[in-house]
């Protein structure tokens, strides 16, 4: 009898998780994710700036570089000043400056490391995790209904009845959070981002377009800032399905 009873508690566990899901959702509220997400931007429009100054293209050209950068870091953060009381308890991470001193320094340490050590490996882990989600939710679709076949033919002496409800929770999980979308999202911006900023470096490398170092940057920077901004908004898509 201890069959019966174990997937009744499972079944019971798998239910209230079910039930947990929004309401963990909500406890993240909108406004809290909405917060992060426009500090985050902040902190990656800031990181581009720093990038932009240390390779001394416009608008970081001239003389008076230092003066130009506390000043578009300074409009960077009054946009966000009614968000300051949420950085007071937060420990500034001390960090050294990226060693960028100019274009080839650049390309090395801003565009070739965001890709291969940012951009592909998020690609790859995506991918992996979407695939694993992918057969989680198949193989317990073909155990539910192994289950339930054999309980038609030869009846529940064998109390598996009671893990029938216990594997749908768990794939109706699985199938209906999403997760598994989300991760082939994901997999496939990262990877158009990392294609995106490849194809610009070569194409800069062949001397077949992208020769001015200021639009070159400009572009580096733009396609990294549209990827940020994907999945940003995304999030907050999710966020808002949640409320629901």
Request: glycine share 8%.
């Amino acid at each position: 009898t201890s069959a019966p009873t174990a997937g009744r508690v499972l079944a019971l566990v798998a239910a209230v998780s079910l039930l947990l899901v929004p309401v963990l959702g909500r406890r993240a509220s909108r406004d809290a994710v909405a917060v992060w997400t426009r500090l985050r931007a902040v902190s990656e429009a800031s990181k581009a700036e720093l990038y932009r100054y240390l390779a001394r293209v416009a608008p970081y050209a001239g003389a008076d570089a230092d003066a130009v950068l506390l000043h578009r870091y300074g409009l960077l953060v009054d946009g966000v000043g009614d968000l300051v009381g949420h950085t007071l308890d937060g420990t500034p991470a001390d960090r050294p400056l990226p060693p960028v001193t100019g274009l080839p320094s650049y390309l090395a340490e801003r565009v070739q490391r965001q890709v291969d050590g940012y951009y592909l490996p998020a690609a790859r882990r995506a991918a992996r995790a979407a695939a694993r989600i992918g057969r989680a939710a198949t193989a317990l679709t073909v155990v539910a209904a192994v289950l339930s076949a054999v309980v038609g033919v030869f009846g529940d002496a064998l109390g598996l009845t009671a893990w029938v409800p216990v594997v749908a929770a768990v794939t109706t999980a699985l199938v209906g959070y999403g997760a598994a979308e989300r991760y082939e999202q994901q997999h496939l911006e990262y990877a158009r981002t990392a294609d995106q900023l490849t194809r610009l470096r070569l194409t800069r490398a062949a001397g077949l377009g992208w020769t001015d170092d200021e639009a070159f940057v400009a572009e580096a920077e733009r396609i990294i800032a549209q990827s940020n901004a994907a999945w940003m908004a995304k999030m907050i898509e999710d966020d808002g399905a949640a409320q629901q």
